[in-house]
């Protein structure tokens, strides 16, 4: 870019100024549009948002649900459900139908209070089953129970390229380290090495729209038998996830089994579950 100024000079004489700009202006580079920084802006922020929203949860709660972080404050008799009194982590194990198992289940709960008229209650429950001895020959398969009517949003495939793409695969692999985490315990979920490519195509059918699967290993994926299938249906309304590993098999359900008879109940679906990947070997 050029600018031509003309001024007087003394004795009559003309001083002419040339200015020369070589810098590209805003928005071209080399004759080619670049694109506007609003607009780019404005495919970005979404994506920028809910990076830092998963970051801010990841690292929260890194050490929140995991083995050893709470103790369990009472001894619960047999058959004894779990009040507010005796809440916490408790462990049991045992062996149903020829499966040794161990069970963590936890049940806390807190009340803060903010003021006069804002008080808040919050909970954290769950019931994590394992089979330590039924492990997978290599490999992890995680299975994820989809609440009906949604979908899984851990996949990083969608046809984004460049920055983008980078970001959206970033924001998958953190959305399943957490899942893990906050499922299995961050002492398992290290041990887990999945990425949101991973992903196990499982049709449209009741099973495929139920659950979402995950797997390192392509024969772990064929050992999702047609009977295994319509088992896990059958039990996706109780919320049951899964995950093989060299570690064992483990069940996690959002819900304490508050009694020793619950804790049979979900050890009796366990062994099922153990006897129907063997049968599948």
Partial sequence: MTIGKAGAC??????????RCDTPILGTHSGRELPMLPQLWTQLWPLLIALAVIAFFFYKGRGKIEHGNFTDPTSVAPGEPLDADNAGLHRSAGTTDGVAWTVEVLRLASEVDDGVSVRRSTSINFTRWTAPHCKSERGSLL?????????SQFSADDGATGLMAQLKAQGAMLALQLYVRQRFGAVRAAGVHLEPTQRVQLGSGDFGSGYAAWSNDAELSKRLTPTLREWLVQHHDSGVAALWDAQGLTLHWLTPTVTTDDIAASARVGAELVNLLQRSS
């Fill in 10 to 19: 003394p004795g009559g004489a003309t001083l002419r100024i040339r200015l």
């Fill in 143 to 151: 299975l994820m129970n989809l609440p009906k009517g949604q979908s």
